[in-house]
């Protein structure tokens, strides 16, 4: 069923097509002509997806719902799998069709409700709240992410718990963008969504390397950072969409507990115990099979983390580096006893101390909260300078006097005059500071600039900034980067 090929020069595997003989797919309600809506689902998965392949196939579609309505009563729009491709309907009592496994109905997850934030249950300090927070720390701010199954959950749980979800989009294979992924055996489903996709377009736009960032289980790992999560000596877990999640994401956190089998730990001022090591070691010589290459992504410059309750890992060229040890561990006892093999240590730093202590952490003002110096970039060989003014909050005169000092300071280290473009996406400040911001930018164009564009996605913002410095200077706001750049290779000095 499966064939090697060869494909621009490397091998490829090809996967035959074979013929669908029955779909079994389920909606929310069946008009009497067949049409199928799915108001009440938590997910429409790939339903459409599989009643085409046994339509096409010469096969037979066999729909389960929850009730029946007057055939042209439905709205069309709502309309997920047509008449057209379903040959039975069948009405399911309510014990026979849950919405997950865990619960059988819940408006949140269809979409009906919306969930106050406040409300969602906090994760208690134990392992997998070490996990999460330290998993968290790595989301990007504006970023589009995906949370696997198990130990990545939890970190939608902390993005809730420290205000994050409106400054990143979570995501879950099945289907769902944005909003908070359910836990557990909700797993699939979520709660303030943005939006529910059909499961094979939420992974095209994986495969297309849609992804920031990819937090994904991990249950063993080799020296190589190879990983498996799925084969476990006879038994033939599967990989599920691991290996493209993985495959394609911009960067990855692999998260999991260092032993597997009884570990139990505490938390004590702000210090990780040990009370008791599992049975069996996660760290190996080789892992039984390969779901994750290391190599591969050492090929691809992924960036590739692997957390756990006591340490944290990364990818280098040379292999597994240990790069974080949380409080309270040894070294020696307590990590590299229970590994297989010896990592790399060469700059070896304490995991943060917030992580092991109860209450919020401050992640947002940590994520948002980036130095100035940190927001300046030159690049010499375009004498090209770099403003990321993206989320700074100018709340005071002193602030814009920082930045004008800030940026003033790397203009004279330059020499020279030079090209700008600024980011001011989701950029803050009140307007009664606006003519003094505007003031600021005017004396750095006349005495450091040479030409300079600005861009924010935000309409609003484009518009504010076009308000803000037009009594000064000419704006120049695009939408995006790309813009703002053409903007400076096409115009005159």
Do not use: W
């Amino acid at each position: 069923m499966v064939e090697v090929v060869k494909l621009g020069g490397q091998e490829s595997l090809f996967y035959k097509a074979f013929p669908i003989n029955v779909a079994l797919i389920r909606g929310s309600t069946a008009d009497t002509a067949g049409n199928i809506t799915m108001e009440r689902e938590a997910l429409t998965l790939d339903n459409l997806g599989m009643a085409m392949a046994a339509r096409n196939s010469g096969g037979l579609v066999i729909a389960q719902v929850e009730r029946i309505a007057q055939q042209g009563s439905l709205n069309p729009r709502h309309v997920e799998i047509p008449s057209a491709l379903v040959d039975c309907v069948v009405v399911a009592k309510p014990e026979n069709h849950h919405q997950t496994y865990a619960t059988r109905y819940s408006p949140a997850f269809s979409g009906e409700i919306r969930v106050p934030t406040e409300s969602i249950e906090t994760l208690s300090l134990g392992v997998r709240k070490i996990i999460a927070r330290r998993s968290a720390f790595e989301l990007p701010v504006n970023g589009v992410i995906n949370l696997g199954i198990g130990m990545p959950e939890g970190m939608a749980a902390i993005a809730a718990e420290e205000g994050l979800l409106d400054l990143v989009t979570l995501t879950a294979e099945p289907g769902v963008i944005g909003g908070m992924p359910a836990s557990g055996l909700d797993f699939g489903a979520a709660v303030n969504t943005d939006a529910v996709i059909h499961q094979n377009q939420q992974f095209d736009f994986y495969d297309g390397g849609g992804l920031d960032l990819a937090c994904l289980g991990m249950a063993e790992c080799d020296s190589r950072g190879n990983v498996n999560v799925s084969r476990f000596g006879p038994r033939l877990a599967g990989a599920g969409g691991f290996i493209n999640i993985s495959q394609s994401t911009r960067k990855l956190v692999f998260a999991g507990t260092f032993t597997a089998g009884g570990l139990s730990v505490s938390v004590s001022e702000n210090a990780l115990h040990i009370d008791q090591e599992g049975r069996a070691k996660k760290f190996v010589d080789a892992v039984q099979q390969i779901t994750f290459s290391g190599n591969r992504a050492v090929q691809l410059q992924q960036s590739v983390l692997y957390v756990t309750e006591r340490c944290v890992f990364d990818l280098s060229h040379e292999g597994i580096r240990l790069i974080e040890i949380a409080p309270g561990v040894d070294l020696e006892k307590d990590i590299l006893a229970h590994m297989a093999f010896k990592p790399i240590i060469d700059n070896l730093v304490t995991m943060d101390e917030r992580i092991f202590a109860e209450g919020a952490m401050g992640l947002k003002q940590h994520l948002l909260d980036i130095g100035l110096e940190d927001r300046i970039h030159y690049q010499a060989d375009r004498h090209l300078l770099f403003l990321n003014f993206e989320h700074l909050q100018v709340r005071r005169s002193e602030d814009i006097a920082a930045i004008r000092l800030a940026v003033e300071s790397r203009c004279q280290a330059i020499g020279h005059s030079v090209d700008v473009v600024v980011n001011y996406g989701s950029f803050e400040m009140p307007s009664d500071l606006a003519e003094e911001y505007a003031s600021m930018v005017e004396f750095m164009e006349k005495n450091y600039y040479r030409k300079v564009s600005r861009y924010a996605t935000s309409a609003f913002m484009r518009m504010k900034l076009g308000e803000m410095l037009t009594r000064k200077v000419s704006p120049h706001v695009f939408e995006s980067r790309e813009d703002a750049q053409a903007f400076l290779k096409d115009a005159k000095p």
